[in-house]
């Protein structure tokens, strides 16, 4: 009976912690690829003379950002 209670629990505790940690990844892979891996991409294309899809992509973003700050 020890065992049950001591497995419930064992698996309550580090199954929220579990989605804390998921969660707490997931946030930060959004902020890498919205500072890190966006502008590069963007750069690349410009730079590789694919000046109307960086246009594209940078509108594209900015749109997303207003919506998210209108939205917040």
Do not use: D, E, N, R
């Amino acid at each position: 009976m020890m065992t049950l209670i001591f497995l419930i629990l064992f698996f309550g505790i580090f199954g929220k912690i579990a989605v804390f940690a998921i969660k707490a990844a997931w946030g930060l892979t959004k902020v890498v690829f919205t500072l890190l891996f966006l502008p590069l991409i963007i750069i690349g294309f410009a730079l590789s003379g694919l000046i109307y899809l960086a246009f594209i992509g940078l509108i594209i973003a900015g749109v997303v950002m207003l919506v998210k700050t209108v939205v917040v």
